[in-house]
């Protein structure tokens, strides 16, 4: 888990935001919610099948798909991705960080898909 401080609408708070492995995320299955950060380009070369997109720039206003208890979030290495967590964790979502994104996700040999 990493700690962050992250603003919220009022104040400033220290937001907590728990990491997982694309191995222990793959094992959980394709019914969890996933989002994927990354820009139009990169999700389009390659994805997770069962992720949503909403890049990075959108989540302030996306905050309704992370619906999920926890929603999981990745982006290409984790950078991002931890950037809408906390932001999301200090809108009262429960969310979980992909460490190592989708370079990670690739690297192990996981399903994903493409439009190219």
Excluded at 26 to 54: F, N, P
């Amino acid at each position: 888990m990493i700690a962050c401080r992250c603003a919220a609408p009022d104040s400033v708070r220290l937001v907590a935001v728990e990491q997982i492995s694309v191995q222990d995320l793959r094992e959980l299955g394709d019914d969890i919610v996933l989002i994927d950060v990354r820009e139009d380009d990169e999700w389009a070369d390659v994805r997770v099948r069962h992720a949503v997109h909403v890049p990075l720039g959108t989540v302030p206003d996306a905050l309704g798909a992370f619906v999920g208890e926890p929603t999981y979030v990745i982006c290409k290495v984790g950078g991002r991705s931890q950037h809408a967590c906390e932001f999301a964790a200090a809108h009262g979502k429960d969310v979980v960080n992909v460490d190592g994104g989708m370079m990670a996700w690739v690297r192990a040999g996981l399903p994903t898909e493409t439009d190219r």
